[in-house]
């Protein structure tokens, strides 16, 4: 059973609409990215079981597609829009910090949790914007975009739950993202479960254990 936790409505920021469900950690946030389809109340069950006791920033992506919230444009499934990525993205680096500062989370202690569409979404943000999160746990993702230099992401901790029969997210993809993350220097962990593209408990119960065990450390 999921613990029930006080979800508020903010004025919106930077042009994004969002929630926030107040931690008893004040330092350390988590910035929870839907997938397509989904909304800022999306993702709030699992990032209240991976990261219990953290703030839980949940901002709904701005490129709407058919009716459906997503973070970036694409041309055709499978197909992303790198030019709307980066602009995107570019919002969205204006929003991650005066989130931060409203809600009192410090300049270290802002992590990243995306599903899908909202995975890319922070695999984007880690490629263009390196300093914008302390961490990421991405759950089936695919390359973005390739950057123009690649950044540096030295000991950035990075989390990768990927699945083996995913039709959704071409698996070669998803190890061209790995090869980068890992050329740019990231401390990543990956896991391929034997699934599409939902996951399961004992995924959700992985991260658990390594998101603890990660800021155990950096605290």
């Keep these: ?12 920021l930077e042009g994004f609409t969002y929630v926030v469900s107040p931690g008893t950690d004040t330092s350390t946030g988590v910035m929870l990215l839907h997938g397509t389809g989904g909304d800022e109340y999306d ?17 709904r992506g ?16 499978g197909v992303l829009d790198e030019e709307d990525i980066r602009r995107r ?8 910090p005066a989130a931060r500062n409203r809600h009192g989370i410090s300049t270290d202690g802002l992590w990243a949790l995306g599903f899908s569409n909202g995975a890319n979404m922070a695999a984007a943000m880690l490629l ?11 759950m089936r993702p695919m390359l973005p975009l390739k950057p123009d230099t690649l950044p540096d992401l030295s000991g950035l901790p ?13 698996g070669e993809s998803t190890r061209e993202l790995l090869t980068l993350l890992e050329r740019c220097g990231a401390d990543l962990t990956v896991t391929w479960a034997d699934r599409g593209h939902q996951f399961g408990t004992d995924e959700v119960d992985d ?8 800021t155990e450390t950096s605290g």
């Design 1 to 12: 059973m999921t613990p029930e936790r006080d979800i508020q409505k903010q004025e919106p």
């Design 43 to 59: 993702l709030l069950d699992l990032g209240t079981v991976t990261a219990p006791g953290t703030t839980l920033i949940s901002p």
């Design 62 to 77: 701005r490129a709407p597609e058919n009716g459906m919230n997503r973070w970036f444009s694409r041309h055709a499934a």
């Design 89 to 96: 993205a570019l919002e969205l680096s204006r929003f991650i």
């Design 128 to 138: 263009l914007y390196p300093n914008a999160f302390s961490g990421a746990i991405l």
């Design 158 to 170: 990075v989390y990768v739950a990927a699945g083996t029969r995913d039709t959704m997210i071409p």
């Design 207 to 214: 991260v658990r254990q390594w998101f603890a065990g990660k």
